[in-house]
């Protein structure tokens, strides 16, 4: 690394953990403080919830800060080598501006691949927790009683045993709909269940006129057996199926695939899904995106004032939530396809940037 580098990744430091420190602050002032007023009055919540609860909210917060933060240091940090005349004497001394970016662009990447790492690993179990704290120890379990598209995972020695879903799930009556069952052995699925129903009576859960299709070796179906009433394979209880159902950002990638696979089997919609997966990249490549934008911008804007650098980032940091908003909604939905409506703000983001660069090269 040559000195030239060194010397902006430093200048880009100090803006960077500000950054981070102010955005997540703003992230807590604005929703959080809000909802522990909440927990405290309406639930008499306990200050050890609160405070993990609060530091399992931190890994998601954080983790939006990233691409917010690399904004406002490419922004200051050009801002300022630009109006010391730095950048101009870079220029004169034959460095190309895409040169002189590199740095900048380059900790954008790296903090891009960090973010991912950070958003499938720490921040899914992470909010999990942050669910059950709010669920069971400060609302002492007043989640719906009724579920949609259930899903019950049996591990024996790390390796997936049993999934069982059910297109509905009652607590309170204590019975599920339209169930399947998958056994697995080796990453393979050996044995099919599906019954219409199962009912919850005297601590297990018994199905009523079902099939089981046996699956064995490459050819797929050898034998379909029916039956009349059978003992389904799991042992939780209404209340313990209630507490272990997840949100779709409380998976991990690996958890969000066979869910797919899952409601695919069954032919239901899977946007919501998919598209929860292509976030998971596409959120935290916007750092590198952001710096992109941040980098020609921050020279333009160095007659303003470095003091307008976080006016700069406020802006596209709205406009580019808001269209990422828009699209995740569409995609949600089925509307576009999940992965281009995951891609589209950084499509923009990204040939804004290169526009912007390449004008400034030109220059």
Known sequence: MKILDKYILKQMLQPFVFGVAAFSTIFVASSFLFRVTQYITQYGASYSSLFRLFLCLMPEVINYTFPMSMLLASLLTMGQLSGNSEITAMRSGGLSFRRIAAPILTA???????????????????KAEYERIIQQE?????????????LIKNIHNG?????????????????????????????????????PSAKWENGTWIMEKGTVTELTGEEGLTRTMTFDKQVLPISETPKAITLDQKDPDEMTIGELKMYIGILE?????TSKYVMEIYSRF???LASFFFALIGVPLGVQSQRSGTSMGLGFSV??????????????GLGQGGVIPPLIAAATPNVLCGALGCWMIWKKDKA
């Open 138 to 150: 400060i609302k002492n379990n007043t989640k719906p009683r009724t579920q949609n598209h259930v």
């Open 315 to 328: 802006v596209i940091i709205f406009i580019y939530y808001s269209i990422m908003t828009f699209m995740t």
């Open 282 to 284: 596409t959120v935290p």
């Open 159 to 195: 390796q997936l045993e049993r999934l069982t879903y059910a297109r509905t799930f009652d607590e309170n009556a204590g019975e599920m709909k339209d169930i399947t069952i998958e056994e697995w052995n080796n990453g393979r699925v050996v044995r099919i269940q599906r019954t």
């Open 108 to 126: 954008g990447f790296i903090v891009s691949l960090f973010s991912v790492v950070w958003a499938e690993k720490v921040v899914p179990p992470a």
């Open 265 to 269: 089997r069954q032919y239901q919609p």
